[in-house]
């Protein structure tokens, strides 16, 4: 798989309960970032964590990198239909500046 | 908060032709950044720019693309000849401490026909 693939890639939920979205790459990291997109808007950025932790917390948002595994979570707790978007994870490239996007996962929060 | 504010947010374009898509940075950030989605993809990398050059280009950004920085404020993405495959959604980005903090702009929606 390429750099950045998560899955899965859709995933429909009641408000209330929780999403986990996963997301792996293949390359060594500096950091990873989640973003969020709202149909055919801009990219919001989410959560950024380091190689060097492992978990952080941002309101509703949980972001877990194992990077023995080369994966990340994205969990949102207690969904809204506010929530209902794509959610892209995003890695570093080593010693560049670029991001290397995933796949996204389009997440559809009933209410 | 400050913003990335980019014009037009849809452009329509005749294959052949040249546009140029226009991009306001946050102003006491130095890294720019052109990304591009094309239709339900992810989105690409395009091009880095910093200290008035391209820092990094992908291998989409051929010769038809070019990156400019014509004054203090703006940083513009042309397209010398518009092929149908290069309809997407074009975001700017820029940054202060490179890949750790970047803004995203709401992205330029061009329809190449």
């Known amino acids: ?43 919001v950025h989410l959560i950024l964590i ?15 990198l194992d990077t023995s595994k080369k994966s990340s979570s994205l969990l949102i707790t207690a969904s809204r239909a506010a929530d209902t978007a794509s959610y892209f994870c995003a890695t570093d490239a080593g010693n560049t500046d670029k991001l290397i996007f995933g796949t996204g996962t389009r ?5 | 908060e400050p913003e990335v504010t980019q014009t037009p947010s849809h452009q329509v374009t005749q294959m052949g032709q ?4 226009r991009c306001v940075p946050i102003s006491n950030h ?22 008035n050059e391209i820092s990094e280009k992908s291998e989409i950004f051929d010769d038809q693309f070019s990156v400019e920085r014509p004054d203090g404020s703006n940083f513009t993405l042309k397209i010398r000849s518009t092929k149908l495959e290069d309809s997407a959604m074009y975001f700017c980005a820029s940054s202060a401490t490179g890949p750790y903090g970047y803004t995203f702009g709401s992205g330029t929606r061009l329809t190449v026909v």
């Open chain 2, 18 to 21: 040249e546009v140029i898509l």
């Open chain 1, 50 to 64: 380091r190689s060097n932790e492992r978990e952080k917390h941002s309101g509703r948002l949980r972001v877990t």
């Open chain 1, 1 to 43: 798989s390429q750099q950045g693939e998560e899955d899965p890639q859709a995933l429909s939920i009641q408000e209330g309960e929780n999403a986990t979205m996963n997301c792996s790459y293949k390359t060594s990291i500096n950091n990873l970032q989640w973003y969020r997109q709202n149909s055919g808007r801009g990219l």
């Open chain 2, 30 to 51: 130095l890294y720019f950044y052109w990304y591009r989605q094309i239709l339900g993809q992810k989105v690409e990398f395009l091009v880095s720019f910093y200290n």
């Open chain 1, 107 to 111: 997440l559809q929060v009933f209410p």
